[in-house]
């Protein structure tokens, strides 16, 4: 069962050409993650499927809705939490949450009770009658997260929910994140920070320049970096490594291989004829970071 | 319901804070006295004119500036975000001016009541239409599609500042020369003033349903235009 599909998505904002035909179908209960460079079409991607903009061409369908067509209905049977909102500052963290309960017609008793259940859960509820001016960018996203999800919503669309924040919010975040799939909902998660996508996305699809690079699960997309195995080296001085699949970050090169014996022995004899002392040498598995670096740098 | 939802937010957000009530007051009180003093004017017609500029300034006042703070305080998109239309947002931001509109004709109407005069109930349902006319054309003035609020006040102040002078206010319609009247036809707060003085028993210058008729029909056109711009700006805001 689909629960997201967007085809040939097409936005252009005077003469930049945002999307360009952005296409991918996400899975009821999936907790699916949007990755990309600043300006490649993330946002506006989100924008468009949670009704909030109009594409200039092709189609999307949230919960089976057309978002152009059936805007309310889509709404309705998603909760947002943009990557460029706040709260309202003189409004307490109650009123902010019933203020979103109203607008996505829910019954006031039933209302209080989510409330209620979500500021207790994210730790908020002895500040509930406080105004959000007061809060910490931690409290604020935890606030924003329960407007979110006041309308218990299938459909849930984090853009860059941990951007910025303290380690235990992430924390919370993210387990909240996970126990949300659980109830077979679907999260649609925009990030810049790879760990927590890798952590917990089913698949995650790649933007770049307004298009689509991929669509795959972490793991796949880990072994399309052209080798099960990176080596991490670093030199004593600064040397040139010129070696197939050799990156340099800072002070250190990381070379993906398929073969690392031989890898390993390549370096050393590289060490040994330049007269360089090897500071540390490890092998680790690619990560996601490196997967979508790599894509990026195909694409370019 | 949705509409009220938003209404109430704005009314905590954006009216009950001190300066916006203080100036909501004292703006149309000192127009009110720098007119009054040392001139021998009779004191119905002054507060009849102190009732209309405040329930224009009143419903004029923050409702501009709205969409402005919600896209400087980064709170346009949550909102946006809701299953609510545009049509929705700009009733919700109408009915909180209108209410406060509303609120703040109490002021002359004490007054009124200090000075012994009783105004005919037709003020009543007048105001109610003025502050929801007047409410809607302050919605226009927003439709610019800037997140600096002085910049909308600066559009707002060179509309709002000229009608109070073409309106009858300081000087009564019937003896503006034929230009001066026929200018005068053409702001709403004219006709308001109009049932404002027939109220505090002066003779209007129009028919009082006329007045009603023309201020229901400026209110139809302010809302529809309010309601097509802010379709288009509140897109262009985030």
Known sequence: ?300 | MKCLAIAKKDIIMYYLKGPVVIFGILLPLFLFLAFWIGRDLPLNFLIAGLLSMTVFFASTSVSPVIAPWEEQMRTLERLLACPVSTTTIVFGDVISSLIFGICMSFVPLLLAFCFGFVPDPVVIPAIILAAFCFSCLGLLFSAYPTNLPSTVMMISSLVRFPLIFISGIFIPVQELPSWGKAISMLSPLTYFTDIARASFGMSPFLFLYLDFIILAGFSIGFLASAIKLHKRALLNRI
């Open chain 1, 1 to 300: 069962m689909i629960a997201i599909e967007a085809e040939g998505l097409k936005k252009r904002f005077g003469n930049v050409e945002a999307l360009k035909g952005v296409s991918f179908k996400v899975k009821r209960g999936e907790i699916f993650g949007f990755l990309g460079p600043n300006g490649a079409g993330k946002t506006t991607t989100v924008r468009i499927l949670t009704g909030i903009i109009k594409p200039d061409s092709g189609r999307a369908r949230v919960n089976g809705y057309d978002v152009v067509e059936e805007t309310l209905k889509a709404k309705e049977s998603i909760g947002v939490l943009p990557e460029v909102s706040n709260a309202y500052p003189d409004l307490t963290a109650w009123q902010n949450i019933m203020l979103i309960a109203s607008l996505y017609g829910m019954r006031k008793r039933e209302a209080e009770e989510r409330a209620n259940e979500l500021l207790k859960e994210f730790g908020i509820h002895e500040r509930k009658d406080a105004k959000v001016r007061g809060f910490s960018k931690g409290m604020k996203q935890r606030l924003m997260l329960c407007m979110a999800l006041i309308s218990d919503p299938e459909i849930l669309f984090l853009d860059e929910p941990t951007s910025g924040l303290d380690v235990q919010s992430a924390r919370m975040i993210r387990e909240k994140i996970l126990e949300i799939a659980k109830e077979r909902k679907t999260v649609f998660l925009t990030s810049h920070n790879m760990d927590e996508v890798n952590m917990l996305c089913d698949r995650v699809a790649i933007i770049n320049k307004g298009k689509i690079v991929t669509t795959d699960t972490p793991e796949r997309l880990k072994s399309k970096v052209g080798g099960s195995v990176a080596i991490e080296v670093s030199f004593g001085d600064k040397v040139e490594l010129n070696m197939k699949n050799a990156e340099r970050f800072g002070d250190k090169y990381v070379i993906y291989t398929t073969d690392p014996y031989k890898t390993i022995c390549e370096v050393v004899d590289f060490a040994r004829k330049n007269g360089v002392e090897i500071v540390s040498i490890n092998t680790r598995t690619p990560t996601l970071e490196d997967a979508f670096l790599k894509l990026l740098e195909v694409e370019r």
